[in-house]
């Protein structure tokens, strides 16, 4: 079993930034791979970011690549979101999940266990 707690989202104003982390328990976080998904009203939940367990090769959604930022720090048992130049079109509920293998998934169904989500509003 695996837990997983997001947090850091809130309302910020387009351009602004925020950092969203994702602290896991329950297992050995370190040979998981990560990804951080969002959901928009009225729309699918999308792959947004991920990073396999040794942190290499992380995946970008092409909507934001050299925006974000996706990290691990293995020793916190924590996932990093970091967000820049925030758009109105990334408001969204994020949510952190864990893939019980070493390489990440591009589709939502290859993730095991998922957090609550966290909101992530951005005004004009």
């Known amino acids: 079993q695996v837990q997983l707690v997001e947090s850091g989202g809130g309302l910020v104003q387009a351009g602004g930034s925020l950092r969203l982390s994702c602290a896991a328990s329950?297992?050995?976080?370190?040979?998981?791979?990560m990804g951080w998904f969002r959901q928009a009203p009225g729309k699918e939940r999308e792959l947004v970011a991920a990073?396999?367990?040794?942190?290499?090769?992380?995946y970008y959604a092409d909507s934001v690549k050299d925006r974000f930022t996706i990290s691990r720090d293995n020793a916190k048992n924590t996932v990093y979101l970091q967000m820049y130049s925030l758009k109105p079109e990334d408001t969204a509920v994020y949510y952190c999940?864990?893939?019980?293998?070493?390489?990440?998934?591009?589709?939502?169904?290859?993730?095991?266990?998922w957090g609550q989500g966290t909101q992530v509003t951005v005004s004009s």
């Open positions: 329950g297992r050995t976080f370190m040979s998981y791979a």
């Open positions: 990073i396999s367990a040794s942190g290499g090769g992380p």
């Open positions: 999940a864990v893939r019980l293998s070493r390489s990440w998934h591009s589709k939502e169904d290859g993730y095991d266990y």
